[in-house]
């Protein structure tokens, strides 16, 4: 792995694939480390050919952490949006987006095939619409618009979103354990994802970088950046949209949304698939990713 110096702050990353190959560069949703874009994703893609850049948003696994600024109040974060008043918060996806299109610079591609996963597919929306240049295609996965009047998400998910579960330093196993009913959760109905592979993924991810905190900055960032729907109408790059039929945390309506406020987006709906992207699915999910890169040829 390595770092740069993006958008005024440390950016880890690290990048895999051909150096002649098309730049993909994939971006992680709330609260997730890079590592959690899996190797067998990140191979895939490289082996199609592309340059493929994981890094860690601000505030999570390596790169920078906002420490001088303490974490909002949720709460009044949402009652400011609610009353149309602009909240208090130490950044907002915009400023995320701004990371994004740092790394490119940075990584002297000029411009890139962006991917985006939940929070990071709201990040990569923005990335398109405010920083077109360096933008040739856009992926988002499992995200949504900031519409508030979407249905809103499975309580069991919320619960599981908002509870981090207990002091891996004190009970690691306890730790893993509510990780993994996490998981199940998140994978909706049919439960399609790897309970092995999914343990490994959370104690790596408290081993690589434990830090709680950011997670609470980084949710301020989704609430108090709103309703994004006029953005989204300003994207040009053309434009894939994926979304699990069975999303309990960001509900399909989500996807159909971004897909209606995009112009020229595709939907893709994926059956079976809830807010995850379970191993069984990542060849289709490549194969959609790869269906933007080439609508940008």
Known sequence: ???????????????????????????????????????????????????????????????????????????????AVREGRRPDVPYFLSDMAADAAGVIEGLGFGSAHVVGASMGGMIVQMLAAEHPHRVRSLTSIMSSTGNPGLPPAKPEAVAFLVNRGPDPHQDLEAFLEHGLRSARVMAGPAGLHDEAAERDGIEQSFRRAYYPV????????????????????????????????????????????????????EMHVLEAMGHNIPAPLIPTVCDLIERAVRRAA
């Open 214 to 265: 950011g997670f609470l900055r980084q949710y301020a960032a989704i609430l108090g950046s709103g309703d994004r729907r006029e953005a989204l109408r300003r994207i040009t790059a053309p434009t894939v949209v994926i979304h699990g039929a069975d999303d309990p945390l960001v509900p399909v309506e989500g996807g159909h949304d971004t897909a209606a406020c995009v112009p020229g987006a």
């Open 1 to 79: 792995m390595a770092r740069l110096t993006a958008n005024g702050i440390g950016i880890e990353y690290d990048i895999h694939g051909p150096e002649g190959g098309e730049p993909v560069v994939l971006v992680m949703g709330l609260g997730a480390q890079m590592i959690r874009w899996s190797m067998d994703m990140v191979g895939d893609l490289a082996g199609r050919g592309y340059r493929v850049v994981r890094f860690d948003n601000r505030d999570v696994g390596l790169s920078h952490r906002f420490d001088d600024v303490p974490p909002p109040s949720i709460g009044d974060v949402a009652k």
